[in-house]
């Protein structure tokens, strides 16, 4: 991974614990697919909408973390002296949003 490490994952500890249970549920959904795929009686349209549930709740879960990283690291960028560094990773990260 590519991370900086004097930077770290600071996230607001309410945010976090959504990530988190999010990410719980999200881990619920792909095992129940899996379940799915090993049943020849599940309906494909079925398995098509667990795959967006998600998704969808990784899209959240990567708004919850970029919200977090724009208030604590962009935000202060121009004090730090590193607008730069932070204007080169934010540019790398939106390349791979939808």
Known sequence: M???PCH???IDPDAR???????LS????????????DDENTYCVDVLKQVNAVEGG???VSDLVLRS??????????TRGD????VEELMEVLKYRR
């Not at 614990?17 to 990410?23: G, I, M, Q, S, W």
């Open 2 to 4: 590519d991370a900086n």
């Open 17 to 23: 614990e959504d990530a988190r249970r999010r990410l």
């Open 83 to 86: 607008v730069d560094v932070i």
């Open 26 to 37: 999200i881990k619920g959904h792909v095992e129940g697919i899996l379940r799915m795929l």
């Open 58 to 60: 990784l899209a959240k």
């Open 69 to 78: 990283h724009l208030k604590i690291h962009v935000a202060t960028a121009a």
């Open 8 to 10: 770290g994952l600071k």
